[in-house]
């Protein structure tokens, strides 16, 4: 299953999930909550997380007043 779906999407099934969790973490992101409360293990994994996808750590990101990580939080929930 893993190999069809990354010859159709180009992403593994665990990476495309990963960016799924980081994409719903953007909310709390935007509260101000940088306790992960969205299956991470904990924090320091949340921040690993974050860094991964952004290239900045949460706090950064929180302050972004532009809105450039804005594609991340438009693709669908599930």
């Known amino acids: ?4 779906f990354h010859k159709w999407l180009g ?13 719903n973490s953007l909310k709390q ?3 101000g909550d940088f ?3 969205l299956d991470y293990a ?3 994994h949340f921040i ?6 952004t290239g900045v750590k ?3 990101l929180k302050k972004n007043e532009n ?5 991340f939080s438009l693709m669908p929930e599930k």
């Open 29 to 31: 992101l935007k509260n």
């Open 58 to 60: 949460p706090i950064i």
């Open 48 to 53: 690993r997380e974050v860094k991964k996808f």
């Open 11 to 23: 992403v593994t099934l665990k990476s495309y999930l990963n960016i799924i969790r980081f994409s």
């Open 1 to 4: 299953m893993n190999r069809y």
């Open 42 to 44: 904990d924090q320091s």
């Open 35 to 37: 306790y992960p409360q």
């Open 67 to 71: 809105d450039r990580f804005i594609q």
